[in-house]
């Protein structure tokens, strides 16, 4: 029976007849199913790949960050001053070995060892009990480069006590302590007077030596650096030197003199220009007009701008210059700490002083250089520090010409001269330069550099 169109619609409404739609239409409807989820998925896999970017992106800057934030430490942090040339000598705290260098025995066997040079370090004589508790500096690794002449006594190497370098040390009872936690954590050399076995005098100081064959000969120019902690004595006492040639510390009013010989003796800086029983580095320097200038902590501490010394300087002791000897009224010797001396054949450059000055900061003495805020030597004067974009030094202009044709210059950390326009305006009795930098000069630390003293900068 056929249906009428109306009875058809009816029971379509009831759910008695399914109505079919044309299979053009069903699929028609399906592609644009297909499509749509297909777009989807390209959107969800370009998400996910976004977010991937942004991940790598994140991590790449964040590692820059880092590598700004920690890079210049680093820098210095990777130098040594073995890097620079013409090293002559060089001996550090941390490099003793408290195994291969420190001694300990006190027994009469070590005490009177009929070879106190070719003994091996468990038979190296140290008074343990009364005077050096950590024992005694036998040996004190010289790092330099330097050769031995074969020919002479003693023999070149010991090992594993002695391997390389200058033969520096001391055999005799007159060793100097050895500290473990000195400076900063960090172990050092400790000079003292009234030894009682001294082999060659009573009541003899301690001090290190270089073998004769191995003295340092400075005939031209040079550069020292001692870290060192003097403390008060009663009685002068030289720092380093070889009998005739010595850097000397005067207690009447606390400054230092240096003779080389040939020339008479030159006080080298002016009253309490030491602070005593504190730690600092003192600079030795010699150019090639034979000009004497003298840094403490980074500070130029020169007496005078003539101080004009030719001649050899030969240095064959550390924490004296000789052997010294109480009852005859020799110099006696430092009778305070040593971390590090160093000597260079050559002056060394403002930006080379600058590493090294930073490498012992750093290193031993927590950071105390870098805290110099605007005042580079008694006569220059540095503000504002940190800057910005100007920096003004302000020099007392007291020695006539000094100055005269002096230009400032400004180092990045790796040594890299930056352009500046500079202001120079000059009064009586000061210069003063105006540095102006440029406005786009990234924040971070640089080095000003005028004459050869010099002095951190932060740029804010």
């Known amino acids: 029976m056929r249906l009428t169109d109306m009875d058809f619609k009816k ?3 009831r759910g008695e007849i399914i109505k079919l739609f044309p299979l053009s239409i069903c699929n028609r409807n399906l592609e644009e199913d297909m499509i749509r989820s297909e777009e989807y998925q390209k959107n969800i896999k370009q998400l996910k790949k976004s977010k991937a970017i942004c991940g790598y992106v994140f991590v790449f800057f964040v590692s820059v960050l880092i590598l700004m934030l920690f890079g210049l430490s680093k820098v210095h942090a990777q130098f040594n001053p073995k890097d620079v040339s013409d090293l002559m000598f060089f001996v550090e705290s941390t490099n003793l070995s408290t195994s291969h260098h420190i001694a300990t025995c006190e027994s009469n066997f070590c005490l009177n060892h009929s070879n106190t040079e070719g003994a091996i370090i468990t038979e190296q004589y140290c008074d343990v009990t009364n005077d050096c508790s950590e024992g005694c500096v036998r040996r004190w690794i010289d790092q330099s480069n330097y050769t031995q002449n074969s020919v002479g006594d003693p023999p070149i190497f010991n090992p594993p006590e002695y391997t390389n370098g200058r033969n520096f040390g001391q055999d005799d009872s007159v060793k100097p302590c050895y500290i473990n936690d000195c400076i900063n954590g960090k172990p050092c050399v400790r000079g003292g007077g009234g030894v009682a076995y001294a082999t060659d005098y009573s009541a003899q100081d301690k001090y290190l030596e270089i073998q004769i064959k191995d003295f ?5 120019e040079f550069s020292i650096f001692l870290l060192a902690k003097p403390i008060a004595q009663t009685e002068d006492w030289d720092y380093f030197g070889q009998s005739v040639s010595y850097f000397r510390h005067r207690v009447a009013d606390n400054y230092l003199q240096l003779r080389v010989p040939g020339n008479s003796v030159w006080r080298v800086t002016p009253n309490n220009s030491v602070t005593l029983n504190t730690w600092q580095l003192i600079e030795v320097h010699r150019d090639a007009s034979n000009k004497i200038t003298i840094y403490i902590n980074g500070i130029d501490k020169t007496n005078s701008s003539n101080i004009n010394l030719a001649g050899t300087f030969t240095i064959g002791y550390l924490l004296s210059a000789f052997k010294t000897n109480a009852k005859t009224g020799e110099e006696k010797s430092m009778h305070g700490d040593v971390a590090a001396f160093l000597i260079y054949n050559k002056k060394t450059s403002s930006i080379e002083n600058n590493d090294i000055r930073e490498y012992f ?9 870098s805290v110099k805020n605007d005042k580079i030597s008694n006569k220059i004067d540095v503000f504002p520090n940190p800057m910005t974009d100007e920096v003004t030094i302000k020099v007392n202009n007291t020695d006539e010409n000094f100055y005269e044709n002096e230009t400032p210059i400004i180092y990045d950390v790796l040594g890299k001269k930056i352009k500046t326009e500079i202001l120079k305006k000059e009064t009586k009795n000061t210069i003063e330069y105006s540095i102006h930098l440029n406005t786009n000069l990234n924040k971070g ?15 804010n």
């Open 11 to 13: 029971k379509v409404a």
């Open 361 to 369: 900061d750093t290193n031993y003495l927590g950071n105390v250089l």
């Open 216 to 220: 340092v000969y400075l005939t031209g």
């Open 445 to 459: 630390i640089y080095f000003l550099s005028l004459r050869g003293n010099s002095i951190k900068l932060v740029k």
